[in-house]
């Protein structure tokens, strides 16, 4: 061999050296490249979400959207009631006084403590909106079937005598000793009851009053009905930001453990990975081995789903889709597992901005018994999935 065919592999030995040493720079660079790239979308889209404007919720007196109820505050205004506007819990209780008519949403941000201090001084309470734990606290009932056919006040309360008709969406069945008017079988649509002195009105007034259906029927005659009693309104609006609700952080495994697991923990990551970069060249590409059985994940879904259509049991297949469709909800809106239908369809309604008696018929209604009273079912079911997951998208980015 010639000096020259030494020299000429002596070449294309560090020649291929430097090949893999090339590569694995050029892998290295390409993933700083995804990570920065990751950095920032993240700041642009939290710079984005903290300057986006907050929007006013459902059933608010200074909302100009559909869900909004502007036009009432205005309409009493007109009536020459004083419409006062407050989001502390603390200044809508000092602005109580004699004559003067509370008026809020579901207080769903509020503890039971803060609840009774709110309402103490006040002679009139007006609830807008209802949940199941407002009507379990106050004893007014319970929730009931909802309809939309046309309904009169059929009470003795004396306010609703020229209001005429109306058309719910929510309806409740009244605990005893409480006023049920606008009825429907065993249910009504305004519940009135008397406790200590105070006089409690609620009513589901997210279709009634809202600025888009406040003219219709006899909605802006019922709302009169309720809060135009008195010279003075008291509008409490709850959010979140006026919550008296503390949070407690359960006990995790890092608080327990003690400080120098976490250290040592690292340190092995870091080893792991050194080890990994030091030694993992050795090792050649994965080879891709055929296996003589291919099972498919959907096989099971498929043979189950055969058996429920060949024994035409629709009722059985919508409870299926009906209990997998909550179990999705409670998940995605932040609620137990086994949160009932009650829960899910307030909770997915606060969050859509939608009547809860929809969702509660929906989730909590009679099963269909034929196909296409099932593919309907599934049909909603879908749909209100959709909303749900894309307002929780919207609500992060907002975030």
Same mark, same amino acid.
């Given at each position: 061999?010639?000096?020259?065919?030494?020299?000429?592999?002596?070449?294309?030995?560090?020649?291929?050296?430097?090949?893999?040493?090339? +590569?694995?720079?050029?892998?290295?660079?390409? %993933?700083?490249?995804?990570?920065?790239?990751?950095?920032?979308?993240?700041?642009?889209?939290?710079?984005?979400?903290?300057?986006?404007?907050?929007?006013?919720?459902?059933?608010?007196?200074?909302?100009?959207?559909?869900?909004? =109820?502007?036009?009432?505050?205005?309409?009493?205004?007109?009536?020459?009631?004083?419409?006062?506007?407050?989001? =502390?819990?603390?200044?809508?209780?000092?602005?109580?006084?004699?004559?003067?008519?509370?008026?809020?949403?579901?207080?769903?941000?509020?503890? /039971?403590?803060?609840?009774?201090? &709110?309402?103490?001084?006040?002679?009139?309470?007006?609830?807008?909106?209802?949940?199941?734990?407002?009507?379990? *606290?106050?004893?007014?009932? =319970?929730?009931?079937?909802?309809?939309?056919?046309?309904?009169?006040?059929?009470?003795?309360?004396?306010? #609703?005598?020229?209001?005429?008709?109306?058309?719910? /969406? +929510?309806? #409740?069945?009244?605990?005893?000793?409480?006023?049920?008017? #606008?009825?429907?079988?065993?249910?009504?649509?305004?519940?009135?009851?008397?406790?200590?002195?105070?006089?409690?009105?609620?009513?589901?007034?997210?279709?009634?009053?809202?600025?888009?259906?406040?003219?219709?029927?006899?909605?802006?005659?019922?709302?009169?009905?309720?809060?135009?009693?008195? /010279? +003075?309104?008291?509008?409490?609006?709850?959010?979140?930001?006026?919550?008296?609700?503390?949070?407690?952080?359960?006990?995790?495994?890092?608080? *327990?453990?003690?400080? %120098?697991?976490?250290?040592?923990?690292? &340190?092995?990551? *870091?080893?792991?990975?050194?080890?990994?970069? %030091?030694?993992?060249? +050795? #090792?050649?590409?994965?080879?891709?081995?055929?296996?003589?059985?291919?099972?498919?994940?959907?096989?099971?879904?498929?043979?189950?789903?055969?058996?429920?259509?060949?024994?035409?049991?629709?009722?059985?297949?919508?409870?299926?889709?009906?209990?997998?469709?909550? !179990?999705?909800?409670? !998940?995605?809106?932040?609620?137990?597992?086994?949160?009932?239908?009650?829960?899910?369809?307030?909770?997915?309604?606060?969050? &859509?901005?939608?009547?809860?008696?929809?969702?509660?018929? &929906?989730?909590?209604?009679?099963?269909?018994?034929?196909?296409?009273?099932?593919?309907?079912?599934?049909?909603?079911?879908?749909? *209100?999935?959709?909303?749900?997951?894309?307002?929780?998208?919207?609500?992060?980015?907002?975030?």
């Amino acid at each position: 061999m010639t000096d020259t065919d030494t020299e000429l592999e002596l070449v294309a030995g560090s020649t291929a050296e430097r090949v893999p040493r090339r +590569r694995r720079l050029r892998n290295i660079g390409g %993933w700083a490249i995804v990570v920065a790239i990751l950095l920032v979308g993240v700041f642009i889209t939290t710079q984005v979400g903290a300057k986006m404007p907050a929007g006013t919720g459902s059933l608010d007196p200074e909302g100009v959207g559909d869900t909004g =109820s502007m036009a009432l505050a205005n309409i009493l205004r007109d009536q020459g009631v004083e419409v006062s506007v407050y989001r =502390s819990r603390s200044e809508a209780r000092d602005a109580l006084r004699e004559g003067t008519t509370l008026v809020m949403s579901n207080p769903y941000t509020l503890t /039971d403590d803060a609840f009774e201090a &709110l309402t103490a001084p006040a002679d009139r309470v007006v609830f807008l909106s209802s949940g199941t734990h407002l009507l379990n *606290l106050l004893h007014l009932g =319970s929730s009931g079937a909802g309809t939309t056919a046309p309904v009169s006040a059929d009470c003795d309360v004396p306010e #609703f005598a020229e209001v005429g008709t109306i058309r719910p /969406d +929510r309806m #409740f069945v009244p605990a005893d000793g409480v006023d049920g008017c #606008f009825r429907s079988g065993d249910s009504a649509a305004v519940l009135v009851a008397d406790r200590d002195g105070v006089r409690y009105s609620l009513v589901e007034g997210s279709r009634l009053f809202s600025n888009a259906y406040l003219a219709d029927d006899g909605n802006a005659a019922l709302a009169l009905a309720l809060l135009g009693q008195t /010279d +003075r309104v008291v509008w409490y609006v709850p959010s979140y930001a006026d919550s008296d609700i503390e949070g407690t952080t359960p006990d995790t495994l890092g608080s *327990l453990t003690p400080g %120098w697991v976490t250290p040592a923990i690292l &340190l092995l990551i *870091l080893a792991g990975i050194a080890a990994g970069l %030091w030694r993992g060249r +050795r #090792f050649g590409p994965l080879v891709a081995e055929t296996l003589p059985v291919t099972v498919r994940a959907s096989e099971t879904m498929q043979g189950r789903a055969r058996l429920t259509a060949k024994a035409a049991d629709a009722e059985h297949a919508a409870a299926a889709l009906r209990d997998g469709s909550g !179990r999705r909800l409670a !998940r995605r809106l932040g609620l137990a597992v086994h949160a009932t239908t009650d829960e899910i369809a307030d909770a997915a309604s606060d969050r &859509l901005r939608v009547p809860r008696g929809t969702l509660q018929a &929906l989730l909590g209604g009679p099963l269909p018994t034929d196909d296409p009273g099932l593919v309907e079912l599934a049909r909603r079911l879908d749909e *209100l999935e959709t909303a749900v997951e894309r307002s929780t998208q919207t609500q992060r980015r907002s975030e």
